[in-house]
């Protein structure tokens, strides 16, 4: 496997599973050329008049949709660890005797380690796709046939935009649906909320499959997919476990470390000056980032400031600001617990939106640059603000990278992490993996201190005077490593076998993951 | 001019405007083949980061899209008659000095009379949309530099997504918009309600410029325009009359003879069956189809029957539908007065539509043909039940195609129609301009009998028994006939001059208009 170093000195293969790659150039210098995919041009003579595309099965949907050796499948992960469909989708390919399939999902959980079976058989080649825990695992080993690409919520738009991944067949989970494949998530038994992460499946694929366990009369509105661009319908028992696909319990932390780091990340908003009427940000799920938007909804109470709006994945929390009227919208990309999915389909101001709106670099600009701030989470942070979300300090692939590349984008991207993890610095000297170059990381928030990466003079300056516990990113360092008794040992991996590459959100590759011995 | 007989003997160019043209094959035998157009892929490192594209003027605007002579440059006509920005387009256009525009429009109306000097002066090289009265007269009489194109609203989304329009510059008049350029017709002063006349040219144009009187803070929700696909925003002091956007006024007619035939439309839909549980249909807003809808609600309201949708041109007497609880949905393509737009805004069940679901013909299925019964006009129908909307028996282009052709697909097309006009029949023995085959074409509805399509024999059972008058269409024809005194005579024009032509909802073409002489 050949190796070069790209611009932020990182080794990446020349070719990925046969395909020739462009090595990350450094930030926004990369410029596409060219032209848009083009799907295939369709005839409505060719489908039901009466708007009637239901099928038996989704064995049959896949035979009418030429399902043979080597295609592409895509699926999404709005079911999150609750998705039961993926998993049925697979047996029928087993049982079809189709080989050497490319899975294309969003994201893969650890419900799909019943997956791992067929990636050793030759049913599946290799994902390209987040893969989260199990089949990280076994991509990490060397297990897989092909080489895994990871992207971002945007970059897997951009690449299927860009024609660079190429659908065969999507099979769109739709937890209500209409015959002619009008599909929604905001309803039904498998609610889930939002279907945005299929929306460039739907568009881009030669081959549209919706699979749905309620199916309604025409019109299925709101149609977050359009039967347009939908093929076949398939109806089946149960797409998968509601209580798994939204948790329904999303609950601040408990941990008073955590709590601390969700305090301070507030009090910046405050000190920072960002915390403005009109003002704009985008905090995830996690217990951190919960109890953060607790302490910003008193701040922003106290001082009678409302937002313009906050960017999703949404909570019972954001639900409660825009419905005390703290926000004028909720911009979601996906909803965490049942109050989002609620609220989805319930206020006018919680509003749908997909990697396409938000997230794709290859456009003429998206939402993720126009937000205020954002703060998100990492497995580790280098002494140069470079930031890892996708393997841990063994070398273990353990997590996606979901829309975290693209939320670097925003005016103000801040990290609210711990210092450490089980005894394990968090803070480095060098990231594992790279994922999100420093220069986009603006601020790194932990238990023991603040730092601001000194490119932002503006945030220093703003900074001036605050209580902050304000520190340089090395004295946090040397902190945690003293007190951690030293930085964490190198990964034992083989620099000769890449399991794993990291896409930037312009398609190049920013890095590799190699295999764990 | 080369001209060959198509399969429904009608005489079309083989080129128009430089372009080889396809003859209409028959219905649904011309097959597309190849893939759709695609746009040129944009990067975010060349838009505003924050943003905010607001240029200074649309002058800016057009010379950063980098107009020169011969483009292609696409309008809507959602702002009717009261559009102003077309008309100050076109004025900057000619101080630019360009010349030979191709202009694009959706449709164009009297307002735009002011463009006939610059149709004359070389600034617009030639029209392709529907060009209602004075452009048409223009046109009819040999004064247009090239041939125009007349295509129905499906047909010009098909045009754009098939390559065979390529758009050069959309100049698109948002009565509501945000600096990042997402746009909404159902706001502002200027409020037209919808503008999904301009989704495809926003898709698919190399820039894409939104032109708005009510710049609001992002996001600008609803985004029926999406952000992510314009270039640049403008800022202006109107876009247009707002008396004549929604004219406030659409009223049911007050003629005897057209009230009749509103009610045996009614009566039609009864005693056919259907008027049933869960039926679908679409009228437009002319004064008898308002009618219809005020017979139809009696009737429906007498019977305990409830719609599952309505297709719009959504008016204030299908909003008392929506409202009364008579219908689950609307669903619409464009708002005719200020009760629809109010609607729009508010109600939920009142759903935005585009040509793109409701009437492209190259998609997988489109709404039109899951509509039960459809009620429209024309100008003339034959005795082969083929109609025709764009002509008038003297041969003058005068009238559009709109959705007309895109709702032949119906299950239940019925023309409701005055038997003759200003004493001229309008059931005539051929019609001037084919634009509506008559295999499409079910029921003739005038106020002097109900002539069902002989090919839908299961109508002709259905209605064994009712009590509205059936007649052949050649008896409505004999006895028009002789109370006016004769046919009408046929137009006078020069065969060897073909002024515009008819394309089919598949881009074949249908018929040709000759110059009147």
Known sequence: MKLVKNAASRLVPVEVNGEKQIPYKGFGIYKPKGRMAAPPIRSCADYPADGNKVVKSLKDALKKAGLKDGM????????????????????????MGIKNIRWFPSASFPCHQHLIKYLEDGTIHHIEGSMNGPLG???????????GVLRSHGGRYQ????GEVHI??????SPTADPFGNAT????????????FALGDSEYADNVIVVTDNLVPFPCYPWQIQGNNVDSVVQIDSLGDPAKIVSGTTEVTKSPDRLLIAEYVAQFFEDSGIMKEGFSFQAGAGGTNLAFAVYLKEKMKARGIKARFIRGGSTKYLVEMLEEGLTDYILDGQTFDLEGVRSMRENLGHVNTSPFTSYNYHSKGNFASIVDAVVLGAT????????????HSDGYLLHGIGGWQNCLFSKCTILAIPSFRDRI????D??????????LIDVVITERGTAINPRRKDLIKALKGSSLPIKSIREIYEEVIELCGGAPAKPKVNKDNVVAVIKWVDGTLLDSVFQVI
């Open 72 to 95: 592409t499948i895509s699926t999404h992960h709005h079911l999150r660890n609750g998705d039961v469909l993926t998993n049925y989708l697979f047996d029928i390919i087993k049982e």
């Open 137 to 147: 695992r076994f991509t990490s080993e060397g297990k897989m046939k092909g080489i």
């Open 159 to 162: 690449s299927i935009q860009d």
């Open 168 to 173: 065969d067949i999507a099979v769109i989970a």
């Open 185 to 196: 998530g905001d309803r039904g038994k498998s609610a889930c909320g939002l279907l945005g």
């Open 380 to 391: 580790e942070v280098d002494l140069n603000f470079n930031a890892n979300v996708v393997t």
């Open 425 to 428: 610095p968090v803070i480095v």
């Open 430 to 439: 060098e990231v594992t993996t790279l994922v999100g170059p420093g220069e």
